[in-house]
């Protein structure tokens, strides 16, 4: 399994616009996609402007499957990719499960 975490500050006032890419984009890239096994994303109350992505795959070709998708192109590489500050992507490996 492929883990990738995906911290996302958000260029200011953009929260609710990048919440509603999110939504729109949830069944139509991972929730149509075998190999993506979860798509989670969370707002801290916290801190405004900010997502965290956490994403898992059934591996590499899974992950390419998916950010190689139409949905993926037209929503995420492009529209969500103009509302953020700065793009971290981090793999993990799963140490526990429960």
């Known amino acids: 399994m492929l883990a990738k975490v995906f911290p996302i500050p958000l260029k200011a ?14 069944p139509k890239g991972p929730g149509a996609e075998d190999g993506t096994l979860s798509f989670r994303v969370y707002r801290d109350p916290a801190r405004q402007d900010y997502l965290l992505f956490v994403e898992h795959f059934a591996d590499q070709a899974a992950y390419d499957a998916h950010t190689g998708s139409a949905a993926y192109k037209e929503l995420i590489a492009g ?13 993990h490996e799963q ?3 429960i």
């Open 13 to 26: 006032g953009k929260q609710a616009e990048a919440e509603a890419i999110v939504l729109e984009f949830a």
């Open 79 to 91: 529209r969500f990719a103009n509302l953020i500050v700065e793009f971290v992507e981090i793999d």
């Open 95 to 97: 140490l526990v499960a």
